[in-house]
């Protein structure tokens, strides 16, 4: 049911940039991108999300093609604290959030 | 607002029992959201209400479950008989009437049944 593809897994060096992609090829123009992460068992935790345009908050940046075809979470700095399970959506005017697989990102020290 | 509340936070019980898990979304907010996550199908969305009417049901695996929203401030979800292939953990959300704000989940709770 997911409308996102993400790569199983990722690692990346702490400190450095995680950048994490998604496909969502089938979007349409009044669906917004959203990105969650989990962490261990909790509830999953609101990240960021756009329509069209790029977007920075506190936590990350996303990025989205001209085309909306595809996404790119960014976080900047990554730390160990960041390690998680990092899930794209898109959400249509029905508030339909359905979650796909994810991306579990694994910070390295 | 302490977020939305799910109770309990650990359940076990035996297989056939009627199991009923309860969320407090945050007030104001118009759409709850349960949810079930296991390893082998990860974050299933089941069934989700706007202004306490059901929306959509149509993640609901079958008849012994069910979901009710009595008022804008209490859900249930409820499994009965209960089986062991219903060991999970169980998320609620809650979000505004709106599709670009963002949803708040609860911490779950953690279903076992024996």
């Known amino acids: 049911d997911a409308k996102t593809t993400q790569p199983t897994s990722m690692d990346c060096a702490e400190g450095r940039a995680a950048n994490l992609p998604c496909n969502h090829s089938t979007i349409s123009g009044n669906e917004y991108v959203y990105w969650y992460r989990q962490i261990h068992s909790q509830g999953p935790q609101y990240i960021i999300h756009?329509?069209?345009n790029n977007e920075t908050n506190e936590m990350a940046s996303l990025i989205i093609t001209e085309d909306r075809k595809s996404s790119t979470l960014i976080l900047p700095h990554a730390t160990l604290r960041d390690t998680a399970v990092y899930y794209c959506i898109v959400k249509d005017n029905n508030n339909d959030m359905r979650f796909g697989a994810g991306t579990r990102l694994t910070v390295k020290p | 607002d302490a977020g939305v509340i799910q109770s309990p936070r650990h359940e076990v019980t035996e297989m056939g029992q009627e199991v009923t898990l309860r969320c407090k979304p945050i007030?104001?907010?118009?759409?709850l959201f349960w949810y079930r996550q296991t390893m082998m199908r990860g974050l299933e969305l089941l069934i989700y209400f706007n202004n306490n009417v059901p929306i959509d049901d149509s993640g609901m695996p079958e008849d012994r479950f069910s979901a009710k929203m009595p008022n804008a401030s209490f859900s249930t979800l409820k499994i009965q008989p209960s089986e062991p292939r219903d060991s999970a953990v169980y998320f609620c959300a809650s979000s505004f009437n709106a599709w670009n704000t963002e949803a708040f989940f609860g911490q779950g709770t953690r279903l076992t049944v024996v």
């Open positions: 756009g329509l069209k």
């Open positions: 007030s104001g907010h118009d759409y």
